[in-house]
């Protein structure tokens, strides 16, 4: 469990990277909570950080591929997924654990 | 029968719904015999069904009107105004107008007076915070005290007083519906299905509630308690208008009295609408009403079968993100009740003696159809259950031709097939024309395209184009909704319709679509816009941004070019290039630049990110081409000053050519100009030069500059407001077609209106770059590790051999 940043680093609905124990990763904070997946599509990197959030899941801004925020699985497309990332919050900061897995459609508080 | 021109024809006494409808079923089997309308406002009959979208947008009556103005005229229907009926002589066949006014003489009269809401004798109730809602003044006094009242109380929880309140909550009013019965609609719904509703309409109810006084800043009820409210609404029910049929001797009991043929007890005297009674019933809604007119013209004009036999009632609730249909009488002596309390849904379909009589769906209305058809025939229904759940699965195909689909105009699905099969119609929207299917309340639409698919094979030329599959909802309709309900951001509109969720494809249409309805003034919700119209830069490959600022007409100067040019070596840009549309793009900019770029620029957004107006390209024109006819330089920058700023469904490029040669390739462009000669422009649209190549159509050829600028501006506004989103004029053009294009943008008043809210628009909108002093956020450029300095990601650079 890594400090990542505070909560108000990041305004709501958006994602934003953030580098946690030298992995870059995007870090969403939707109305339901908080997520991190690995920041880079593994199409063709694209900044996942900076995709559409949405009902648990991410559209890629380049070239529209989807991932789930909460398991990082392909959504609508048969490619690779991406590592999600356990995120915790505790008095206004973020923290993630790179390589533990999000526990399945519960988000860290909103 | 024809009468003869010099007779006196049908006189119609009311302006309504019922009234107009008269005129119109008289027009369609008679041209000839004259028919005149008499309304007592000043207005023509518009549509009193959609009279609440006045009271949320506050938009004009005007805008709700069933037929223009030339609609009479073609028809030669004379229509006197500001007229109130005083006296009807049905010995003398005349009837007289109130205040001095001339006497007319009838061959037939049809009474559609309608009625007046029902004002119970409460003490308190003739106080001026307390309204009816009937007409469009209502509607503007309750908008006016909705904004300024502290909590306001609805009397009534029928249909028509949960709109009321849903109404007044849309300005923002605290709003309880107080109700004498044990349960909301109590004439549709069963207690089961009322409970579900009021869940989910999430109101204060306050049920079993006796209104006893209406004091100035409370109600209090029979038992003593006291409910705050400074704005009270009264919706109870309606008071038959029988004012004249009385006096002129006509039999009335709670309405005139009417026989199958719509005839009142005196000679040749009709009565439709709201104000008649029949079989012991007065009916309070469109569909029978429009089924009473068609009767009375036939019989009016000849028609001696012509026969009126009652119809069974059905509703729909209109209040956004509640689906309701119910029919016939849900309380028979048999039942099928399928309920999901956690998903808002309850389907039950009722039966009397074996026979289905009613039904009530609420958050499914799957199978609307069907089952009205089921109770409308009181068919036998051996199994209830299994009906009800088959009537889940009944597709378009699946109905028989007797079904009603367009529950409004009286539409069956046979009707349909018919306009494609046997009249040549191909496409929905010449069906809805033609039959009228889905042109009412509209909520038929969906299905009506279904058969008109079913009817042509399969292929319609123009499907419902959903905004987006979640939504299941075409543009149209979620304009309607946005318009109808005051939304102004994407969180409402989402939590308003389809799954009542967010959906990442739709997010950044919505907010066009918010955004434009609003012209300008919605809550920006910055997480529903792509990455490009967040930090305004259009994202590139290795997630750079690339950023193109304004040049008017590509028209630049030594000093901004210096600017220009110092910049990109400072913030170590590693591209620079001259666009398409004579534009300078800077390429490979990092996002937390962004601000310090355009401080340093200090120059407008060129927008070259963003779906919305990009450049205007000229040539240089009769400044100094030895061939240009025209300032085309001029009117360009012109142009652009007058559009910039302004978002579009999709990018819109446009160019000046100063003469034929056509050197801005302005033909290729999804608005162009062309000079001609003495002062005139072609006006060009729905050209591309893009993945596919089109020429732009000549929309029209005009006499100035001024004209020029006003058209292309005219054609951008109805770009904006009818286009879906991400299409691009050149498929616009020609999937709406010229001619209508034409007609909207040419004809004076349509095109007033469009420039008018163009106008409102342009107020509104501002330079999206001045948000490097204001950001929308203090984090919108950053990301938490920028601030760490983290490594700079590896650039794509120009291309080798480089450009610097
Ligand atoms: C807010 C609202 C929402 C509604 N929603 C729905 C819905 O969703 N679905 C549905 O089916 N129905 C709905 N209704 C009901 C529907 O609008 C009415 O049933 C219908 O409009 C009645 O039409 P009408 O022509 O009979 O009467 P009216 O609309 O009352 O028209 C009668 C006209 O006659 C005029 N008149 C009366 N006396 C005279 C006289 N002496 N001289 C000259 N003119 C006279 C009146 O001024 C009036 O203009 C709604 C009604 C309201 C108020
Ligand atoms: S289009 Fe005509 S006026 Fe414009 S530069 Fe070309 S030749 Fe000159
Ligand atoms: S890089 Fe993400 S979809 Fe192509």
């Not at chain 2, 209104?211 to 009820?221: G, S």
């Not at chain 2, 330089?633 to 579009?648: K, S, Y």
Request: glycine share 10%; charged share 25%; proline share 5%.
């Amino acid at each position: 469990m890594t400090y990542a940043c505070p909560v108000d680093a990041i305004p709501t609905g958006e994602g934003r990277t953030v580098t946690v124990d030298g992995h870059r990763v995007a870090l969403f904070r939707t109305a339901a909570g908080w997520y991190a997946i690995d920041r880079a599509c593994p199409h063709a990197g694209g900044p996942l950080a900076d995709g559409i959030a949405a009902d648990c899941s991410v559209i890629c801004p380049l070239h529209e591929r989807r991932f789930a925020l909460d398991t990082g699985a392909p959504i609508g497309h048969d490619g690779p997924g991406v590592r999600a990332h356990h995120v915790e919050v505790r008095d206004g900061r973020v923290y993630v654990a790179i390589g533990v897995p999000a526990t399945e459609g519960v988000p860290a508080a909103a | 029968m024809s009468l003869n021109p010099s007779d006196a024809g049908v006189v119609v006494i009311g302006g309504g719904i019922a009234g107009l409808a008269v005129c119109e079923a008289v027009r369609e089997r008679d041209a000839l015999v004259p028919v005149t309308l008499i309304c007592a406002e000043p207005r023509l009959p518009y549509d009193r069904v959609r009279l609440s979208e006045i009271l949320v947008s506050g938009a004009s009556a005007e805008t709700l009107q069933l037929r223009p103005a030339e609609w009479f005229e073609d028809q030669h229907v004379t229509v006197v105004t500001d007229a109130w009926v005083a006296q009807v002589d049905a010995r003398a066949r005349t009837i007289a107008l109130a205040d001095g006014g001339p006497t007319i003489t009838y061959t037939s009269l049809v009474l559609a007076t309608g009625s007046n809401a029902l004002l119970p004798p409460i003490p308190g109730i003739d106080q001026p915070h307390v309204h009816a809602f009937r007409g469009p003044e209502d509607c503007d006094r309750i908008r006016e005290a909705a904004v300024s009242a502290r909590r306001a109380a609805v009397i009534g929880g029928g249909l028509l007083g949960l709109e009321a309140a849903r109404g007044i909550a849309s300005q923002g009013c605290a709003v309880t519906v107080v109700h004498l019965m044990d349960r909301l609609m109590e004439r549709q719904l069963d207690a089961g299905s009322a409970g579900l509703l009021q869940d989910t309409l999430a109101m204060d109810v306050e049920l079993n509630r006796q209104t006893a006084e209406i004091a100035p800043d409370h109600l209090r009820f029979a038992d003593g308690d006291e409910l705050e409210a400074d704005l009270v609404v009264v919706s109870i029910g309606i008071a038959p208008e029988t004012t004249l049929a009385r006096a002129a001797g006509a039999t009335v009991n709670r309405g005139v009295v009417v026989d199958d043929a719509l005839r009142t007890s005196l000679p040749d005297v009709y009565a439709v609408g709201e104000c008649a009674e029949h079989r012991g019933r007065v009916h309070g809604l469109v569909a029978p009403i429009l089924e009473q007119a068609r009767v009375a013209a036939a019989a009016l004009t000849g028609d001696g079968a012509a026969a009126y036999a009652g119809t069974i009632p059905s509703t729909k609730l209109k209040v956004a993100g509640v689906d309701l249909f119910t029919v016939g009488d849900a309380e028979g002596d048999g039942q099928a009740v399928a309920m999901d309390a956690a998903d808002g849904v309850y389907r039950k379909l009722a039966t009397r003696d074996g026979a289905a009589c009613g039904a009530i769906l609420l958050g499914d209305l799957r199978g609307a159809e069907a089952l009205s058809t089921l109770v409308r025939r009181g068919e036998r229904v051996a199994d209830a259950l299994a009906a009800l759940a088959a009537s889940l699965e009944a597709g378009p195909a699946e109905m028989a031709d007797e079904v009603q689909v367009c529950n409004c105009n009286g539409v069956c699905k046979g009707d349909i097939m018919a306009a494609v099969t046997e009249r040549g119609a191909t496409t929905p929207r010449e069906v809805m024309a033609m039959t009228r299917a889905g042109t009412g309340c509209g909520s038929c639409k969906a299905l009506v395209v279904d058969i008109v698919a079913l009817a042509a094979g399969g292929e319609v030329a123009d499907e419902p184009h959903y905004l987006c599959p979640c939504k299941q909802q075409t543009r149209e309709d979620l304009a309607a909704l946005i318009r109808a309900d005051g939304l102004e951001s994407v969180s409402d509109v989402s939590r308003a319709c389809g799954t009542g969720r967010e959906c990442g494809a739709c997010k950044p249409a919505l907010a066009y679509l918010v955004s434009e309805i609003n012209a300008n003034r919605h809550r920006e919700e910055r997480d529903a816009r792509f990455i490009n119209d967040r930090v305004h830069g259009n994202i590139q490959k290795d997630g750079t941004f690339s950023v193109v600022p304004r040049m008017h007409g590509g028209v630049t100067t030594p000093a901004e070019l210096r600017r220009i040019a110092d910049v990109a070596e400072k913030y170590d840009i590693p591209l620079v290039k001259v666009t398409g549309g004579q534009r300078l793009d800077l390429l490979g900019v990092r996002k937390q630049d962004l601000p310090k770029v355009w401080e340093e620029l200090g120059m407008p957004s060129g927008h070259a990110y963003a779906k919305a107006v990009r450049t205007v390209k000229t040539c240089v024109g009769s400044d100094f081409c030895r061939f240009g006819l025209a300032d085309s330089m001029g009117l360009g920058v012109e142009i652009e000053r007058e559009w910039e700023g302004l978002h579009t469904p999709a990018k819109v490029k446009s160019g000046v050519s100063g003469c034929a040669r056509n050197c801005a390739e302005a033909t290729i462009k999804d608005i162009g100009l062309v000079a001609v000669g003495d002062d005139q422009w072609q006006v060009r649209v729905g050209g591309a030069a893009g993945g596919s190549v089109r020429e732009a159509d000549v929309l029209c050829t005009v006499d100035s500059r001024a004209e020029a600028l006003r058209v292309s501006t005219t054609f951008l506004q109805y770009y904006r407001e009818n286009a879906d989103f991400k299409e691009r004029t050149y498929d616009f053009v020609p999937r709406v077609g010229l001619d209508a294009i034409r007609a909207a943008v040419t004809d004076p008043a349509t095109g007033a209106a469009l420039r008018e809210r163009f106008r409102l628009a342009k107020a509104a909108a501002t330079d999206p770059w001045l948000e490097r002093r204001e950001p929308y956020h203090p984090h919108q450029f950053t990301n938490p590790d920028d601030e760490d300095g983290a490594a700079r990601p590896a650039l794509v650079g120009p291309p080798t051999g480089g450009a610097r």
